[in-house]
């Protein structure tokens, strides 16, 4: 099933408005500027099926790498709850990416248990507030690997 099975046009983007900013920056200039963002943290575009609508949903998130493999925390700032793209994601893995001006197709999983405190290691080295989320919840804050198709 592709991505856009079920769901017609463009993908809704976040209605808060720094979100919206940052994500149209990046749109607007295919990744030269929106890339990297706060205090050098570098950011692709999201792309996933709503479980509820079909509806495709794009939000900029922080990325680190594993080999080939792109990683984002479902963090939510450390909310008790998971944020909604990682629910959305877990009901269709199949996902959209834009990382700087290079579009592609991705399936995103879980990192398995073995190789989640590597994965987590590299990604609070790019932002070391993922630790703090961490301590702010009782909730396990996942590291998703997207692997391109």
Do not use: C
């Amino acid at each position: 099933m592709s991505v856009n099975d079920g769901a017609a046009g463009a993908p809704t983007d976040s209605p808060t408005d720094w979100v919206a900013a940052h994500t149209k920056e990046y749109l607007d200039s295919d990744g030269e500027k929106g890339h990297i963002w706060y205090k050098d943290a570098p950011t692709l575009l999201l792309t996933v099926t709503g479980r509820k609508t079909g509806q495709r949903r794009r939000t900029p998130l922080i990325y680190g790498r594993d080999g080939d493999d792109y990683l984002v925390v479902a963090s939510k700032g450390g909310s008790d709850t998971p944020p909604e793209w990682y629910l959305n994601l877990r009901a269709h893995p199949d996902v959209e990416v834009q990382v700087g001006n290079e579009h592609f197709q991705a399936r995103a999983r879980d990192a398995a248990p073995e190789e989640k405190p590597r994965l987590w290691a590299t990604m609070a080295a790019i932002w070391p507030d993922y630790d703090e989320y961490q301590k702010k919840t009782d909730r396990q804050i996942p590291v998703i690997v997207l692997e391109r198709r």
